[in-house]
């Protein structure tokens, strides 16, 4: 079992991207199941969302960045930025962070 967690900053204002909705799917079979979601918090993170840790498996992490940036008045060619990750046993825990701009983003396994 493990614990995942993100942070997206915003590379364009040089900030953290606050109030970023983002959802975590378990990915079996084709089928999605949806593991838990939340927002970013001010520092632009998601700690604590799962209620409990979760198994090894194919997971994606949705940002629904399309919101965010038309309610802050800007554009973006990225409506949706989706991550697909295996997550193993032998982890305590993925931290997926993205930094991410109007027109390109990046992601890495963070510590």
């Not at 953290?16 to 089928?31: F, M, N, Q, S, T």
């Not at 194919?58 to 949706?80: C, I, K, M, N, S």
């Amino acid at each position: 079992m493990t614990r995942v967690t993100t942070h997206v900053l915003d590379t364009a204002l040089g900030r953290p991207a606050a109030g970023i909705k983002v959802r975590l799917d378990r990915v079996e079979d084709g089928k999605t199941e949806e593991i838990a979601s939340a927002r970013t918090d001010a520092e632009g993170r998601v700690r604590d969302w799962t209620p409990e840790l979760v198994a090894a498996g194919h997971y994606r992490l949705v940002f629904e960045t399309g919101d965010w940036f038309r309610a802050a008045g800007r554009e973006t060619l990225y409506p949706q930025v989706v991550i697909h990750v295996d997550l193993s046993e032998d982890q305590q825990h993925y931290h997926i962070p993205v930094l991410l701009a109007p027109f390109g983003y990046s992601t890495y396994r963070g510590s």
